[in-house]
């Protein structure tokens, strides 16, 4: 698992408008191929019933121990690890998924995005920036960000109203319904929150104040319940994988004793060993954690996931062959996972394998380009093969994505320079550029 700090856009020419935002989600993701292939197993029902494409929408980790969750884009919804940690059940996970969902589904935040679109003064560009922050419950960066910018003016733009709260209340049990999952994990998550309106605002965790909560709320979403019925059968591969995502987030994210005294917790021997084996890692304790995940990948040999957790403990304790060789496996059985290409192109390129590390991380680029590790290494990989342009262009690439403008501008303007003009990494450099310039006249 790894911690990065990326905000997402839909494109290089969208980065003068969102990527100013970058620090804002200075908590950053946390990024791990297990994990959110496991979110996207829990969300795939959701969001087909959505309307939605469960190819398109991610879901993806905020590394924040509050309660919350948000959408920014079409095609994200930000989980805090906080709220998956404190989920019981799958239902109660799919329920705020499928009320995020809805959001997109229901046109709330392409009426925003278009209000926002339509902004040209300096009181709106603060109020986008303020808002983005306002996403990650950080009210000190909001404040700062939002110079200029009326709160009040800040706080119609990203609470979502009371109104829009009851259709996306009323289209999640719809689409939970749909779904076949039972709706009333919707209801179990809005009875965590019950009671904490009456707590000062600062001591609210961030889903509350960005998602009005009330009595007449609750009392409505049971009436969705009771109309269209608790139809929805036990799931056993959804109980699996919250298991398996809950059961490795809290592996990482809580202490290593922590997790040892409660293995026994879990329903499933290869999640046991999952765990086990990351928090003896956490410990040092290489021999064990290599012998529990090595008896994981027994019981599931085509596992990739637990074959890229085997390479991370592997590179992370420096055994960089033997890395590269179980992220070799875990390529042939996930080919186009763009975090495992990433791992592998890694181990690749620490054993001077430039060739063999520039087909993996370009490919990884290919599916996901909003991967920092990947593009950090990506340009040295370049770099080292003589080819400056292209290592000047992936770093400008990264640097965008951290919202770093003005050094991605520099570098974009190098790439530029050694690049052919008008080939297709010419123009990527060339959007940087652009995006830059724009950025630099908002300040």
């Known amino acids: 698992m790894t911690f990065q700090r990326v905000f997402r856009r839909a494109s290089i020419p969208l980065l003068a408008l969102w990527l100013m935002a970058a620090p804002a989600l200075a908590q950053g993701l946390l990024r791990d191929s297990d994990l959110e292939y496991g979110l996207k197993q829990l ?23 509050s309660l919350n969750a948000f959408v920014i884009s079409n095609d994200a919804i930000f989980l805090h690890y906080g709220l998956i940690n404190r989920m019981e059940t799958a239902a ?17 935040l392409t009426r925003r995005m278009g209000n926002l679109s339509s902004a040209r003064t300096a009181s709106g560009i603060g109020l986008a920036l303020a808002a983005v922050a306002a996403a990650t419950g950080n009210g000190a960066a909001a404040s700062g960000l939002a110079l200029g910018t009326q709160s009040a003016a800040m706080g119609r733009f990203f609470r979502h109203t009371r109104a829009e ?48 909560l009330s009595r007449d709320r609750l009392r409505a979403v049971e009436g969705y319940v009771a109309a269209y019925g608790d ?74 996931f637990l074959h890229d957790q085997r390479a991370q403990i592997l590179f992370e304790t420096r055994s960089f062959p ?34 063999g590390a520039k087909r993996a991380l370009e490919r990884a680029r290919t599916i996901d380009f909003r991967d920092g590790s990947m593009l950090r290494d990506l340009s040295v990989a370049y770099a080292r093969s003589g080819q400056n342009g292209m290592a000047s262009l992936v770093t400008a690439e990264r640097y965008a994505l951290r919202g770093r403008m003005e050094d991605a501008g520099i570098h974009a303007r190098r790439a530029s320079g050694l690049l052919d003009k008008g080939s297709g ?19």
């Open 43 to 65: 969300a795939a029902p959701i969001l087909s019933a959505a309307g939605l494409s469960p190819s398109r929408v991610k879901i993806l980790v905020v590394n924040d121990n």
């Open 92 to 108: 109660m996970l799919q329920g705020v998924i499928a009320h995020e969902a809805a959001h997109i589904a229901n046109g709330h």
């Open 165 to 212: 709260e009851a259709s996306a209340d009323q289209s999640g049990v719809r689409f939970m319904k749909t779904a076949g999952v039972s709706p009333v994990g919707m209801m179990d998550v809005l009875e965590i929150f019950r009671g904490q309106e009456v707590l000062a605002e600062t001591r609210q965790d961030p889903y509350l104040r960005s998602h009005p």
């Open 231 to 304: 139809t929805g059968a036990p799931d056993q591969t959804a109980a699996y994988w919250f298991s398996r995502v809950r059961g490795k987030l809290s592996a990482y994210t809580r202490a290593p004793k922590w997790t040892l005294r409660r293995l026994g917790e879990t329903p499933y021997q290869d999640v046991r060993l999952l765990r086990e084996a990351v928090a003896e890692h956490r410990q040092s304790r290489t021999k064990q954690a290599l012998r529990a995940i090595d008896a994981a990948i027994a019981m599931r040999p085509t596992d990739p």
């Open 322 to 355: 033997a890395a590269a060789a179980a992220w070799r496996r875990a390529v042939e059985l996930a080919p186009n996972d763009a975090l495992i290409l990433s791992g592998y192109g890694r181990a690749l390129l620490v054993q001077d394998d430039i060739a």
């Open 425 to 443: 990494p010419w123009q990527r450099a060339q959007d940087i550029v652009i995006a830059a310039e724009r950025a630099a006249k908002r300040r």
